[in-house]
């Protein structure tokens, strides 16, 4: 019945109805989410206290908007000719744009919070789109394999580090002790510990997990998965314990379906079981939620709200202020400036690239850093498709790639591993070919060796 081409259309029209049910549908549970859970549990914080109380109309201006952001986003989204690019988009229509009109329903939030929101979005999808294709060859043997005994080394280095500064006697896996037990790794810090626990988590180990996975070595998954769990409990940062579940869910699921479809599911099953939690009065859940959907938009609206009536810091506090010319007004960083402003105390409430932008150099800064990023997502792109397996380049950018919704650009590139991932992807295509050519060639044999065999027998 479904080789009819009437069959096919009504099947299509109505996989496509059940897209926008569920893009509708996330829009509604995380508004609820919030309005019944969060805003109650954390009203005090200066994430939401800045601003007034919910009002119904604002709430409804996200509705009137849904459609033409998921139209802008969707031709990226179904494209596999960008597997990074998709990755990069389906992460902020999720966590920045949809949350933000939901954060919008607050009174006293302006409208120019959302422009400036929906400007970046749209800038980044348009040089995504517009930046023609590049080739990128494979690297020689020699190169890969010098990367690769980098890894190792790296990997022995951190796991070495960690457990002789403390690492095993302060392992915790309870999530709502995380920030006493992440505070005590703090201060048993290491060289270089900043950049290569970040990369460990983010790339390496996940690195490990596609490939294992691809060549369908359980030991193997199992030890990288062990590796994961055990870099969790030394740290406690929350994102290294649930990215694995990420990783498998585009490993598995993303060559069946297609990925609009995908993305909204994986978002809209994650927040159900938050939901279940805060309904049986687990604080964890409400807390996991806040953390997840609404305090990358919720930051972003602070840096807004401060910069829009002060001077851009133009990237003061770091060492690339030196290195551009640049001269500033501040003497410490957006971050710490945002920090003793609304806190009255000096931690680190990083926020994502448009606010970052709008913060360091006005609004002129967010079509300038779009148009960075859309360059960067399409040289990812070019290297990713060399790996012709579906989901494997999604999979292993997934870190990399909710990292930048709460990191500044230049902390995505160094610190959580936004240059280490193309390197690796590079890499792993060169590697994945080599697999491929192993299979293909045993197939060959196998099947030549079945006609022989045929021919042996009918001879006989």
């Known amino acids: 019945m479904l080789r009819s081409p009437k069959a096919r259309r009504r099947l299509l029209g109505l996989l496509g109805c059940f897209e926008w049910v569920l893009l509708f549908g996330y829009k509604v549970l995380i508004d609820i989410l919030f ?27 996200g509705y009137i908007l849904l459609p033409p952001v998921w139209l802008g986003a969707r031709p990226v989204l179904r494209s596999p000719v960008f597997p990074i690019g998709r990755i990069i988009v389906a992460v902020h229509v999720l966590l920045i744009v949809i949350p933000s009109f939901t954060l919008y329903a ?15 979005f749209f800038l980044l999808i348009l040089v995504i789109r517009l930046v023609p294709r590049i ?31 403390g690492g095993l006697d302060r392992l915790n896996f309870d999530l709502l002790q995380v920030y006493v037990y992440r505070a005590a790794y703090v201060e048993n810090r290491f060289p270089l510990s900043g950049y290569l626990v970040p990369w460990t988590a983010y790339v390496l180990n996940m690195a490990l997990l596609v490939y294992t996975f691809l060549r369908r070595k359980s030991v193997g998954v199992l030890l990288v998965l062990g590796l994961q769990t055990l870099l969790f409990g030394m740290t406690n940062f929350k994102a290294y314990l649930f990215l694995p579940f990420w990783v498998f869910g585009c490993l598995q699921v993303l060559p069946r379906y297609s990925f609009p479809r995908l993305a909204l599911l994986g978002i809209i099953s994650l927040s159900a079981v938050f939901w279940a ?19 990358p ?33 501040y003497p410490i960083s957006s971050v710490t400036i945002i920090a003793r402003t ?13 606010a970052w932008s709008f913060a360091n150099f006005g609004w002129t800064g967010i079509p300038m850093v779009a148009l960075l990023l859309g360059f960067y997502a399409r040289f990812a792109d070019a290297i990713a498709r060399r790996i012709h397996i579906a989901g494997a380049s999604e999979a292993l950018f997934m870190g990399p790639a909710i990292a930048l919704t709460n990191s500044a650009p230049t902390t995505f590139l160094l610190t959580h591993g ?20 192993v299979h293909s060639s045993a197939h060959a044999g196998r099947r030549r060796h079945c006609s022989e065999l045929t021919l042996v027998r009918a001879q006989a």
């Open 106 to 120: 607050q009174a006293g939030r302006p409208a120019s919070y959302l422009a400036w929101t929906l400007l970046g």
């Open 277 to 295: 939690l805060a309904a049986r009065g687990e604080i964890l859940g409400i807390g996991l939620m806040n953390r997840m959907v609404y305090v």
């Open 418 to 437: 936004g240059l280490l991932v193309l390197l690796v992807l590079w890499v792993l295509g060169r590697e994945v070919a080599y697999l491929g050519q």
């Open 297 to 329: 938009s919720a930051l972003a609206g602070l840096y807004f709200d401060y910069f829009s009536t002060h001077p851009p810091a133009y990237m003061s506090g770091s060492p690339w202020i030196g290195l551009l010319g640049l001269r500033s007004p």
């Open 35 to 61: 309005i019944k859970y969060v805003y109650p549990t954390y009203s005090y914080e200066p994430l939401y206290n800045v601003f007034g109380q919910i009002q119904l109309d604002r709430l409804i201006l």
């Open 135 to 165: 080739s990128v060859p494979y690297p020689s043997l020699h190169i890969s394999r010098w990367f690769i005994a980098s890894g190792v080394l790296i990997l022995a280095y951190v796991y070495t580090m960690l457990i002789l500064k």
């Open 342 to 354: 609304y806190w009255g105390y000096d931690f680190g409430p990083n926020v994502g690239w448009i």
